[in-house]
């Protein structure tokens, strides 16, 4: 196998990537001090910042330099609500409509429902007016009937399960895949057709095994990224 060296813009990218994510830096070196620390030309710096700037990890502003644009970080084995992972953001959850629905085919085993309705819930997220999420809910309608009337703009999801039917769910599973906006995801985000996003579908329950949602979230890539901590995977077996 042949093995190529980094060229000198990636070795750029690769070092400013690391300031940015691992280090918090906000505002970054100027070209001139990248240059001089990591021996490469202006040329290869001014190319590695062109392409984090293409993928929204930076920005530059007048005045100030370049900043970094931090991802908003999500743990993938956690039970916390898409409002709780947010909670050091000014977040505000618009709600685009509630409606009752046929079962999906999909949730049928989930809810352990062949027949019956859902109550679908789609919501989009803003931080300062930017949309960050668009997401939809189910829930059975059978069990959840009161959730079709309640409008939950700046209202948590879970909050709301607590205060009305003081349950909350407590495990679950989730995928996650990459998807290409279309034309609707796309203009719900903001974003054009063909952007990269995370595709998010999650089934939650609470202790007893009773299924109480399933959500699918469309976020932007380049604001999120997922991590998840584990002791000894070679021992992690699914239930």
Same mark, same amino acid.
């Given at each position: ?11 750029? *990218? ?14 970054? !070196? ?10 490469? $030309? ?71 429902? !062949? ?15 930017? =949309? ?8 059975? *309608? ?23 039917? *003081?349950?909350? !769910?407590?495990?679950?599973?989730? $995928? ?19 952007? =990269? ?13 009773? =299924?109480?949602?399933?959500?699918? *979230? ?22």
């Amino acid at each position: 196998m042949e093995f190529k060296e980094r060229t000198a813009a990636v070795q750029v *990218q690769e070092y400013l990537e690391f300031l940015i994510h691992f280090k918090k830096v906000s505002e970054l !070196p100027s070209q001139r001090e990248i240059s001089e620390k990591l021996q490469v $030309s202006r040329n290869a710096v001014k190319h590695a910042l062109d392409r984090l700037k293409n993928e929204g990890q930076i920005q530059a502003k007048e005045r100030t330099g370049i900043i970094s644009n931090r991802k908003i970080d999500i743990n993938m084995l956690g039970m916390d609500s898409m409002t709780t992972e947010l909670k050091n953001k000014t977040v505000k959850i618009k709600h685009l409509a509630t409606t009752i629905e046929k079962m999906p085919g999909r949730l049928k085993d989930f809810f352990n429902a !062949p027949e019956g309705l859902v109550i679908k819930i789609a919501r989009i997220r803003f931080v300062k007016d930017i =949309p960050l999420t668009y997401e939809i809910t189910y829930f059975n *309608q059978t069990d959840f009937t009161r959730l079709a009337n309640i409008d939950f703009t700046n209202k948590s999801l879970y909050e709301v399960l607590e205060k009305e039917y *003081q349950i909350k !769910p407590t495990y679950g599973r989730e $995928s996650i895949c990459c998807f290409l906006a279309d034309k609707k995801i796309g203009s719900l985000l903001q974003v054009k057709k063909g952007t =990269p996003l995370y595709q998010v579908n999650s089934f939650n329950y609470q202790d007893d095994d009773f =299924p109480i949602e399933s959500t699918t *979230q469309y976020l932007l890539g380049n604001k999120f990224k997922y991590h998840f901590n584990a002791n000894n995977i070679y021992d992690y077996q699914e239930d």
